[in-house]
């Protein structure tokens, strides 16, 4: 078989799943008491009662902490073993939400809701994944109910820029990636975020920077309006080796706030509004 952006990534993440089952810290919400990280947990507000489509929901971790929240929520991931990790620990923990299979691009015929949603939630690790910022914005608009919000949360693309990789000689992380660059990214690294002991055998992955002002720009295209844009001097995982890890499992820089880290922004469909003619997704 050829491969692929999506076949490389999709082996990747299938196989990064039992690893994560294994890394990750379900504690608490096993224990009933699971928790968005403190960036999303202050911005999202209230979600009982609200129907939630989380894109790119991995193993579902953050999908059923929405639904013990109270929300009515559907997960989605183009990984079958993530899928299938998902619903067990819906069974498992007796919550009600839904997890559907497919490809990101595919969901509007995957799953045939259009404008049925009040929130669009993705977050931590999710756009770096797509070769199309402009089509992502349309199905993020395509499933919005009119007047319902999308809410984003990931890492900065500025610092995108540096990784550990080029550190300097003092420690921080140097030059990687141009801001500005626009083919993929293409990696062969076996390691793992969640897991420094693991090694995985897919090791091949594309990954696509997109700047800020292209974000924007796409969701604005998709006929939505942007409520908010905040840049964060935290992130909820050790991006680079310098972070220091504070209490309330936000990652910062140990001196002067030298890049922002991580980014999120609130978009509205507008209660009264005729999407833009659009392409097909
Ligand atoms: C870093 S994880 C997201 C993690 C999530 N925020 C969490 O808390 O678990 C990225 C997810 O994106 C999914 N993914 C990557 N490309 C995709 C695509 N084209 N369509 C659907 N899902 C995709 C992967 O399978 C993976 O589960």
Redesign the pocket.
Known sequence: MTETW?TA??AN?DERVPVHLRSYNLAPLRAGRGRLHPIEEAELGPVAGLRILH?????G??TLTLAQQGADVTG????EP?IAAARALAAELNLNARFVL????AAPQTLPEPASFDRVFT????IY??PDIDAWARVIAHFLKPGGTFYFADGHPTAYVFDDECALPDGRPGYFCPYFHQDPLIQDDPRDYADPTARLANTRTYQYSHPISRIVAALLSAGLTLEFLHEHASVPWRMFAQLVEHKDGLYRWPDKEWLPLAVSLRARRPATDTLPAQDPI
Do not use: K, V
């Open positions: 999506q990534n999709r993440w894109l790119q929901c991995h193993i971790s953050d989605l991931d183009f990984s993530a497919s490809d990101l691009y977050t931590w690790g999710t994944w797509l």
